[in-house]
C-alpha cells in the first residue's frame, strides 16, 4: 500500500474516529441526510421487525427503544470511537459480580474472538473474513414468510454450513463450534456467539465499524429451508427482491455487500482460489465500491457477477455514489453498513425488546495499516 493510499485511509480513519462521536460537527446533518435517503428510497419509513412492529414506545425497554431508532434510520448503529465506551469487566471471568452482568462473559469472549481474526501486520484474517460472511448466512436464512430461522445459530447446530451454499465456511465453522464448547457452559448461545464473532471481526479490520451488538437470542438446531441465500450469478433484480423478503431494502444491500471490501474467493471460480474483490482485502476500506466498477482493476482482483449487477442496477446508483465519494466514503458506508447490519443480525428473533446491549465488549477500531504493503 503506497504512502498517499495509507495518507487517505488514515484521513478517512481520522474522520470515522470523529465522525461516529456525537460530538462530531455536521454530524447530526449527516445521520439526517442518511436517514432521509433512506425514507426517500422507500417513500415511506423503514420496516419494523418483530415485537417491535407491535409495541407501543411506552412498552418498550431502553435496548428495545435504541433498536427501534436503528430501525428506523433514526440513529447510527456505530458506536462512538472512544475509549469510555469500552466496557471493564467487574471480575474476573467465572466471578460472581462477573455472573451478574450478561456483558462480563462477552468481554471475555470478544477478547479471544479479536486476538484470532488479526494478522501481526495489523489486518484481518481470512477467520475474520469468515465470521463475517457466517453471521450473513446464519441471519439470512429467513424470509417475512417464515415461520422460523434467522439469527439463531442453525447454521452449526443443525449443521447447515455443510451445505453448498455456505461452502467456503469450513474453518470459522469449526471454530465456532469450539468457541461454543467453551463459552456456552458458561451462558453464551450459538446465535449470539455468530454475530458477536460478525461484529469483533468487523471492526478488527483496519477502518471497520464497531457495530452495536446485541445479546439474548434463541437457539435453534431445526434447519432452515435452503436456496434463501444469494448466489453470484444471480442477476440484480433477484437479488433486489431476495433481500426485501427479508426487509432489507436497496440502499442497505448495497451498504451490506460493501463486506465483500475484505473478501476473497475460492469456489465462484476455484482457478482463481484465494483472490480478493478488491487490492485491500485484509482493510474495511470503501475502496471496494470504486474498484468494483473500475474496469482498470489489478487482474488479481475478482469481481462477482452478482456484485457488477447491482452496481450497473440503475436505482442503486445514488447509494453507490454515496459510498464511493472520496469526501465521506468511508464515513457514510460504515454507518450505513452498521444500520443494515444490525436489522440483518436480528432477523428472526422474536423478542427484541428483551435483548440486551454489550457493545462495549467489542475492541476499539482497528488503525493499525501495514506500511509496507
Ligand atoms: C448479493 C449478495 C451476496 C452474494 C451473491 C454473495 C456471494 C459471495 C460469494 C460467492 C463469496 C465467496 C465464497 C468463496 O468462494 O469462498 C462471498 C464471500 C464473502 N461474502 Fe458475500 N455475498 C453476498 C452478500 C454478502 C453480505 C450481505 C455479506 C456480509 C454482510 C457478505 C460477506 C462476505 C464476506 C466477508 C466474504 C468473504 C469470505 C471469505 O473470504 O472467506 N456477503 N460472498
Given at each position: 500500500m503506497g504512502v498517499k493510499t495509507l495518507f487517505k485511509l488514515s484521513l478517512a480513519f481520522a474522520a470515522g474516529l470523529s465522525g461516529t462521536?456525537?460530538?462530531?460537527?455536521?454530524m447530526g446533518k449527516t445521520l439526517e441526510d442518511l436517514s432521509s435517503l433512506a425514507t426517500r428510497q422507500t417513500g415511506s419509513q423503514p420496516e419494523l421487525l418483530a415485537d417491535l412492529a407491535a409495541l407501543d414506545d411506552d412498552a418498550l425497554s431502553p435496548v428495545g427503544w435504541t433498536i427501534k431508532q436503528i430501525l428506523l434510520a433514526n440513529r447510527t448503529a456505530v458506536q462512538p470511537?472512544?475509549?469510555?465506551?469500552v466496557y471493564s469487566p467487574p471480575g474476573p471471568l467465572g466471578s460472581r459480580a462477573c455472573r451478574r452482568d450478561t456483558c462480563c462473559l462477552w468481554k471475555y469472549v470478544a477478547d479471544e474472538m479479536a486476538q484470532d481474526f488479526l494478522e501481526s501486520s495489523g489486518e484481518c484474517n481470512d477467520l475474520a473474513r469468515q465470521a463475517v460472511r457466517l453471521g450473513f448466512h446464519d441471519a439470512g436464512?429467513?424470509?417475512?414468510?417464515?415461520s422460523s430461522g434467522g439469527a439463531?445459530?442453525?447454521?452449526i447446530l443443525a449443521g447447515e454450513w455443510r451445505r453448498n451454499e455456505n461452502r467456503g465456511l469450513e474453518s470459522i465453522a469449526r471454530q465456532m463450534q469450539l468457541w461454543y464448547d467453551k463459552w456456552h457452559p458458561q451462558g453464551a448461545g450459538m446465535a449470539d456467539l455468530i454475530q458477536m464473532a460478525s461484529n469483533v471481526a468487523a471492526v478488527s479490520c483496519p477502518l471497520g465499524p464497531r457495530v452495536r451488538s446485541f445479546v439474548g437470542r434463541p437457539d435453534s438446531s431445526r434447519p432452515e429451508p435452503a436456496n434463501l441465500l444469494p448466489g453470484p450469478n444471480d442477476d440484480a433484480a433477484s437479488l433486489v427482491a431476495l433481500f426485501e423478503d427479508k426487509t432489507i431494502v436497496l440502499r442497505e444491500l448495497i451498504a451490506l455487500i460493501?463486506?465483500?471490501?475484505?473478501s476473497t474467493q475460492r469456489f465462484v471460480d476455484p482457478a482463481m482460489a484465494g483472490a480478493p474483490q478488491d487490492t485491500t482485502p485484509g482493510v474495511w476500506d470503501a475502496s471496494w465500491y470504486n474498484e468494483t466498477l473500475d474496469e482498470t482493476s489489478p487482474p488479481q482482483v475478482f469481481r462477482f457477477e452478482s456484485d457488477l449487477a447491482l452496481a450497473r442496477y440503475p436505482g442503486a446508483q445514488q447509494f453507490w455514489k454515496s459510498f464511493e465519494n472520496p469526501a465521506n466514503e468511508q464515513f457514510a458506508w460504515n454507518n450505513a453498513y452498521a444500520g443494515a447490519y444490525v436489522r440483518l443480525s436480528l432477523?428472526?428473533?422474536?423478542?427484541?425488546?428483551d435483548l440486551e446491549e454489550c457493545t462495549g465488549v467489542l475492541p476499539l477500531p482497528n488503525n493499525r495499516v501495514s506500511s509496507s504493503r
Open positions: 462521536s456525537w460530538a462530531y460537527p455536521g470511537h472512544d475509549p469510555n465506551t436464512s429467513w424470509s417475512k414468510s417464515a439463531d445459530g442453525s447454521i460493501g463486506a465483500h471490501t475484505t432477523l428472526g428473533v422474536e423478542s427484541l425488546n
